[in-house]
């Protein structure tokens, strides 16, 4: 039972231009909702995260939106770079994080 | 030191080997994970120590014995595999008494088992 779905395995987006990676959860008791990147050879590493309290957060190019009467969130990144080319994250939990589940990912390519 | 350090990167093992996985951290966290990823799939959670104790077994098979030590390093020990259990094998720590925490990764072991 897969509860954080990224439906787009790939995306692809101009050097500048905006990108917009989804996600949909099923369970309602998730509070915390993160996204993490990953290049090949490393592991994840955190970049962005939002609580159930609040409906934006932002960090520099990155802004997390979260909608629960949908259960969707999103990652825009604007502008994109080339160094943001990644395999990007979308991971949930309860409470505390000792059950913290994760999307299957979805490949971002910028290109120059 | 923000690092998760897991060792080895790669491991190629027959379905008779007995291997172990390493991880350490050296940031003070007392909970510590393992997780499992097939390509293209999630990472998927297999256990969790919290404050040295087994807190979190997701219905592993026994095949996989994970062990803590001390509050610095976690270890999977993995015995009669099978070529399905080939993945990429994270370790993660966090602080277990902190809500809205984020998990610090490993760079993981890419496990083959032939």
């Known amino acids: 039972d897969q509860q954080v779905k990224q439906n787009s395995p790939s995306l692809s987006v101009q050097e500048g231009r905006i990108s917009i990676l989804n996600c949909d959860y099923t369970n309602s008791m998730f509070d915390y909702f993160l996204w993490y990147k990953k290049y090949p050879a490393e592991g994840p590493t955190f970049l962005i995260s939002?609580?159930?309290?609040?409906d934006k957060n932002e960090d520099g190019r990155f802004t997390v939106f979260l909608n629960k009467s949908a259960k969707h969130l999103s990652l825009h990144i604007v502008p994109s770079q080339p160094g943001d080319s990644a395999v990007y994250f979308c991971a949930a939990s309860k409470g505390n994080n000792n059950d913290m589940r994760f999307g299957a990912g979805t490949r971002l390519t910028v290109k120059p | 030191d923000t690092e998760v350090t897991q060792t080895p990167k790669h491991l190629v093992m027959g379905m008779t080997n007995k291997k172990s996985l390493k991880c350490e951290q050296h940031?003070?966290?007392?909970?510590m994970y393992w997780y499992k990823q097939k390509a293209k799939k999630p990472p998927e959670l297999m256990f969790v120590?919290?404050?040295?104790?087994?807190?979190i077994n997701e219905s592993v098979p026994s095949r996989f014995s994970p062990e803590c030590p001390n509050s610095s390093l976690l270890n999977l020990h993995l015995h009669a595999l099978q070529p399905e259990d080939s993945a990429l094998y994270l370790c993660a720590s966090s602080h277990p008494d902190r809500v809205l925490e984020k998990l610090f990764f490993g760079s993981g072991t890419q496990l083959s088992v032939l």
């Open positions: 940031m003070g966290h007392r909970a």
């Open positions: 939002i609580s159930s309290i609040k």
């Open positions: 120590y919290s404050y040295e104790k087994l807190s």
